[in-house]
C-alpha cells in the first residue's frame, strides 16, 4: 500500500528560490508585499524576527521571483504550546504560481528542524482561499479567534500540523 506525503511535509519546488530574509531585502518587501507600510516599520519587523533566528527560535524567509526579486514573505515562531507560521504574503502579481505553497514547505520544514511537534498557521475566515490553501497542504482546522486584523476586527481560524515525536535528538 502506497502512502502519500502530506503535502506541507513534502520539500518545497527546487526552481523557486527561498532563503532566510535580510536587511537588504526591506525596500524590495515594501514595493511588493506592504506598500501601506514605512520603510521603519518593515526594518524593525525584519530585525525581530532576525534576532529571533539567532535565538534559535523563528526564521522568516523570503521569495524570489525568476529576476531574483523579492516578491513573498513569510515567518514561523517557536512559542511554547506550537509553532506558528505568520505574516505570509505573495506579491498580487506572483499569486498562482506555487510560491505560496513553496514558501510554506520551507517553513514547514525549518519548524520540524527546530523539533517542534505541533505547527499553527492562521486564516482570516474573510480569506478562503488562504483557508483552502491550507487544508489542501494538510493543515487541519483548530479553533478560531477574533482578531484585530487591517479590516478591523475578524473571525481567524486557526489550522494545525502535528508531526510524530521525533526520536532522532
Same mark, same amino acid.
Given at each position: 500500500?502506497?502512502?502519500?506525503?502530506?503535502?506541507?511535509?513534502?520539500?518545497?519546488?527546487?526552481?523557486?528560490?527561498?532563503?532566510?530574509?535580510?536587511?537588504?531585502?526591506?525596500?524590495?518587501?515594501?514595493?511588493?508585499?506592504?506598500?501601506?507600510?514605512?520603510?521603519?516599520?518593515?526594518?524593525?519587523?525584519?530585525?525581530?524576527?532576525?534576532?529571533?533566528?539567532?535565538?534559535?527560535?523563528?526564521?522568516?524567509?523570503?521569495?524570489?521571483?525568476?529576476?531574483?526579486?523579492?516578491?513573498? *514573505?513569510? /515567518? !514561523? @515562531?517557536?512559542?511554547?504550546?506550537?509553532? &506558528?507560521?505568520?505574516?505570509?504574503?505573495?506579491?498580487?502579481?506572483? +499569486?498562482?504560481?506555487?510560491?505560496?505553497?513553496?514558501?510554506?514547505?520551507?517553513?514547514?520544514?525549518?519548524?520540524?528542524?527546530?523539533?517542534?511537534?505541533?505547527?499553527?498557521?492562521?486564516?482570516?475566515?474573510?480569506?478562503?482561499?488562504?483557508?483552502?490553501?491550507?487544508?489542501?497542504?494538510?493543515?487541519?482546522?483548530? *479553533?478560531? /479567534? !477574533? @482578531?484585530?486584523?487591517?479590516?478591523?476586527? &475578524?473571525?481567524?481560524?486557526?489550522?494545525?500540523?502535528?508531526?510524530? +515525536?521525533?526520536?532522532?535528538?
Amino acid at each position: 500500500m502506497t502512502q502519500t506525503v502530506t503535502p506541507a511535509l513534502q520539500p518545497p519546488d527546487p526552481h523557486i528560490t527561498i532563503r532566510p530574509v535580510v536587511l537588504a531585502d526591506i525596500e524590495a518587501l515594501r514595493t511588493h508585499c506592504w506598500p501601506e507600510r514605512d520603510a521603519d516599520s518593515i526594518y524593525r519587523f525584519i530585525v525581530r524576527i532576525r534576532q529571533a533566528a539567532r535565538d534559535g527560535r523563528g526564521l522568516g524567509a523570503v521569495v524570489l521571483d525568476a529576476e531574483r526579486e523579492t516578491v513573498g *514573505y513569510g /515567518q !514561523v @515562531m517557536l512559542w511554547p504550546r506550537c509553532a &506558528e507560521i505568520s505574516d505570509l504574503i505573495i506579491a498580487p502579481e506572483q +499569486r498562482g504560481n506555487g510560491l505560496g505553497t513553496a514558501l510554506i514547505q520551507y517553513l514547514v520544514q525549518a519548524a520540524r528542524n527546530m523539533h517542534v511537534e505541533c505547527l499553527e498557521i492562521g486564516a482570516a475566515l474573510s480569506n478562503p482561499g488562504a483557508v483552502n490553501l491550507y487544508r489542501r497542504l494538510g493543515f487541519r482546522d483548530s *479553533y478560531t /479567534q !477574533v @482578531m484585530p486584523l487591517e479590516n478591523g476586527n &475578524e473571525e481567524v481560524l486557526y489550522l494545525r500540523i502535528k508531526f510524530a +515525536r521525533r526520536t532522532d535528538r
